[in-house]
Structures are given as C-alpha cells and as structure tokens.
C-alpha cells in the first residue's frame, strides 16, 4: 500500500511540475527569417507581389463522402527566401481533431490544450518551393499517414518529401516513386482524423468535397501564440530546448500513455467478469 500511495505521489508530483512548464514555455518566436507580406519577388523574369504568387500557389483541400471533422477556420501562409527557390509554407488551421474513441478524445484534448496551448486547434503545414527562374514547382513537403482508414485509432504522421526530377515529379516516404504534378495549385485529400493528407492525383474520385480556407498571412504573434514551433515543420525549423522536448516525453507518458494503459486494463477485466 506504501508503495502504490509513493508511485501515485510521484505520478502527481511529476505530471504536475510538467503541465507547468508546458504552459509558461511554448510561445517561441520563429527560428527563421520570413519574407514581409508585402515583398516583391522576381519569379521568371517578372517582379510579383510574394502574396499574390501565396494565392497562385494556395493548395486545393478536399474530404470525402461519409467523413466528418471540426470546421476548417483557414490557412496561414508564411514566405522564406530559399535562393533559387521561394519557399512558400501553408498551415491550415482546424478548430479541433477528434479522436474515434471518446474517452481517448478527452484525454488527447487536455494533453493538446496544456502542450499546445488554447484555444484547441489542430494545425498541420504544406510546403511548396517555387523556382525563382521558372515559376515551377520544385520542391513540396507535407505529412500523410499508414492508417488504413479515415477513423484509424492510430494515425500517424509520415513527413512526405516530392522534388522535381527533370520534367517529372519523384515522392520520398517510404519508397521512392514517380508522381504526377500538375498545375500551381496542389491538391489534397484529408486522409485522417487528425488531417494528415493525401496528394490527390487524377484517378483519384473518392475526395469530392472541397474544403474552403480564407487565406492569411502567418504573423509573429500567431506563431508564437498558437506554439507553432511545436507543431509539425518541414525543411525551416525553429528548435525548442532540452526542457521543452523533455516536457513533452513526460506528459505523453504520464497523461497520455500511463491513464491509456489503465483504461485499457480496467476494460480488460471488465470484459473479463
């Protein structure tokens, strides 16, 4: 009995010290510089405003039939002289992500809202490398998943890197593989829950629902507020501290994995009886 009261002291005694630091720390400013919104870029040959190439190039989102998710709020975009490409990133931002099992849900909620800060949202990011001679595409970055369906328990995110390979496309995840990429405007489907995607190629009929997000510019405060840096990033990263990465190991283990497992034991023995 000593034992389990000691553990459970320093459970609590642990999980507490490290929702306390979550919540003061977080709220870093980007550890890259980022064009203003109001740059004037030369893309082949011709001098355009860096917002109006973010429009040209805004990714095209869509769902399926059948799936449901928390509103889509909009999409951040934010600008990064890459030399001979500009780097255009895109966050679409959701109100929320829902887990499929309800009680799991409650306990990601609180874990996402001490980590990453409220309002809840779910924040993901689409890079897009714009060739400064030719006005192509050639570079992309997102994340999908191997979850094998739309409500998978576990969905995963899988960092997918597609760079031009001479008139063609060629995608870096698992495998190496040709793609097709056509036009300035990329299209993806929301594979997940928690919006991993997919790239949406002709064949592809299944997504037909497009979802519409106001495009806006990514300030400072934003990013600082809405903990980005703890956020998925692609080739532009901003580093947290040993002690932020150690926060996170904690709280995953302590608020997430430790009452997962007990709730999965109690089920167990529930079924059991």
Do not use: C
């Amino acid at each position: 009995m000593r034992l389990l009261i000691s553990l459970g002291l320093a459970w609590v005694l642990t999980t507490g010290v490290a929702v306390l630091v979550a919540i003061i720390t977080g709220s870093i400013k980007r550890g890259y510089s980022t064009l203003d919104s109001k740059a004037l870029v030369s893309v082949q040959g011709s001098i355009i405003s860096i917002k109006d190439l973010a429009f040209k190039h805004q990714p095209l989102l869509f769902m399926r039939e059948g799936t449901t998710s928390p509103l889509a709020l909009g999409m951040w975009w934010e600008a990064i002289d890459a030399g001979d490409t500009i780097a255009l990133i895109y966050h679409p931002v959701w109100e929320d992500e829902v887990h499929p099992i309800p009680w799991v849900d409650k306990l990601y909620r609180i874990y996402r809202a001490i980590y990453y800060g409220t309002p809840v949202r779910d924040i993901e990011y689409i890079q897009v490398n714009i060739r400064r001679s030719d006005g192509l595409i050639q570079r992309i970055r997102y994340e999908d998943t191997s979850a094998d369906s739309y409500y998978a328990p576990m969905s995963d995110h899988r960092p997918v890197i597609i760079s031009r390979d001479g008139s063609g496309y060629v995608e870096q995840s698992n495998q190496s593989k040709k793609v097709s990429v056509d036009g300035a405007q990329i299209s993806f489907g929301i594979a997940t829950w928690s919006h991993q995607l997919t790239l949406l190629k002709d064949n592809n009929h299944r997504y037909t629902i497009p979802i519409n997000m106001q495009l806006a510019y990514l300030y400072e405060e934003d990013y600082k507020r809405y903990r980005l840096a703890r956020r998925s990033q692609g080739d532009f990263i901003t580093r947290e501290n040993f002690l932020g990465k150690t926060t996170k190991v904690i709280l995953i283990s302590t608020a997430m994995i430790l009452p997962y497992m007990i709730m999965h034991l109690l089920e167990k023995l529930k079924r059991g009886n």
